[in-house]
């Protein structure tokens, strides 16, 4: 059921939607999280304007959707649509899917290619950069009509993003005078980042795409918890793939404190063996289940890197999946306090062998909207917003290692989303 | 769309005689997901079977991935078990509704089927709604009157899935 659907307690009660002048943050700070940042049409609008539209650097497509001259995909920064180009020079452009005319929202493909963009309405057309290259009748029919004479067509071209690149992932930006995207993702950040998008040519695998019925917040909110995984997931903890005690980190950015990597160590054996006192706290442990078919689980190490799993979180938009060896980006489009969108591409790389592609589509069942994990992620997430919208009480507890704030040395720890928030309120000036 | 399911021309009574059993068999397969049976589902395969559910676009364009990807009974056992053991989700009614069936070939070990389906979702609190619709691209293994999937394609149009998909279509 989409968001839009909701039978009970469509559209939210007035006191979780007030207006923005009268929204306090609650007195105990970073240790709750008001329920208006998940509610509210006003924080909502100024998320868009300050963050997505703001100077962060969005997400946009892998250079590996696009790879050929006139190839373009149909994208979002924030909610807004953007059409991402490749030139004739092999350069990269984004522009916003509207028509400098009459603002029709002209690309109407997911993906495809062409020599020029050619706004179907009134014939505007526009080269792979977006300039404004022809317009029907500029100079009228028998010298009637038509543009003026001081009309110049690049006054008049589609509108531009900053774009960058860092091994085959595109970013754009509304703000022109973005730092570097290595300044922006930070040391800490890159290390992880740059273990998946090493330079090696990606090969697409394919896409999904869904709704869930949450404010977007909370899917990085869920990924900067450590805490969830071995409760929510027992799937995880049955088959060892991580268990409450198992090597791993929860890093966030020490520049903003917004990006994240959740990073683990599978155990060496295929089963994790999970002590009697930690069998006590997770109440969803099953005892004694084996897989029929355990090529899922195998592990490959393909990277020089001390984790087997990493999930990062890079604000504002974008998430990077490492789960063993299945591998994907998920692209957040905010969609209203109550609903995001989520568009999955998964990808492998181009000299894998037929064999390792299909062991990554195989892993690919732990992800993804009827993933293993996935599934469940959706479902909580989608409990949250209904908890937070319909109910009388206005906060949620946010005290796991209350002390820190940012990178943790504990699963067993919030303090990733208290960075988080910390950056987020005075960005919103809460 | 597929490749592999391209239409053969069959005689009018061995397409009939196919069309009627693998009706059959959808009536049965529907019943044991819909009826909550998950656990029953993998018997409808064969052991080496390949079942994908996958959306349009990657279907139209020959990605490989699958929302679920499966090579074998065996995943599909595991996937049974995890759905009706391990997974949380919010508890729901799903009803699937199987038409259209097309014979695309016949041999007498074999019967290539393409059929169109819609899967219905109610919720606690929801309406039903229309929680996919897709076409089936099937390869049957026949033994007699007897049926397993070799293979099935589950490929949907409905692109935007609400939230998820916690059963197998």
Redesign the interface.
Known sequence: ??SS????GLGTPSVKNKPIEQLVWPEEGLHAIPDWVYTSDDVYAREIERIFHGPTWNFVALEAEVPNSGDYKRSYVGPTPVVVSRAEDGSIHVFENRCAHRGAEFCRH?RGNNTEFVCPYHQWSYDLKGNLQGIPFKRGVNKLGGMPRDFRNEDHGLKKLAVTTRNGVVFASFTHDMEPIEDYLTPEILKDFDTVFNGKKLR??????????CNWKMYHENLKDPYHATL?H??LV?FGLLVAGNRSAMVADSKRGVHGTMASAKSDSLYAAVDADKKKEMR?F?EG?V???ER?LEYVKEFDSEWSVTMQTIWPNLIVQREMNTLGVRHIVPNGPNSM?MLWT?FGYEDDTEET??HR??Q??LM???G?L???D???M??VQEGVRRSVTDRSVLKLDSENIGTADSLISEAAIRAMYKHYREVMGF | MLPGFDKKPIAHDKALAARAAVEDFHAEYCAVLDGGDIEQWPEFFTENCVYRVTEYENAAHGFPAGLIYAEGRNMLRDRAVAISRTQMFAPRQMLHFVSNVRILDVTDEEIVAQSNYMLLQTLVEGATTLHQAGRLFDRFARNGAELLLKERQAIYDTAMIANDLAYPV
């Not at chain 1, 659907?5 to 009970?8: K, Q």
């Not at chain 1, 697409?204 to 019925?213: D, H, M, R, T, V």
């Open positions: 059921m989409y659907e909701t039978v009970i997911t697409i695998l394919g896409f999904y795409k869904n709704e869930l019925p929510l027992s799937f049955v969803s099953h289940m897989l029929k078919d899922f969108i998964m592609t299909r589509l195989r690919g069942n993804g909207p009827a293993f996935g599934l469940e959706n479902e909580a989608k409990f």
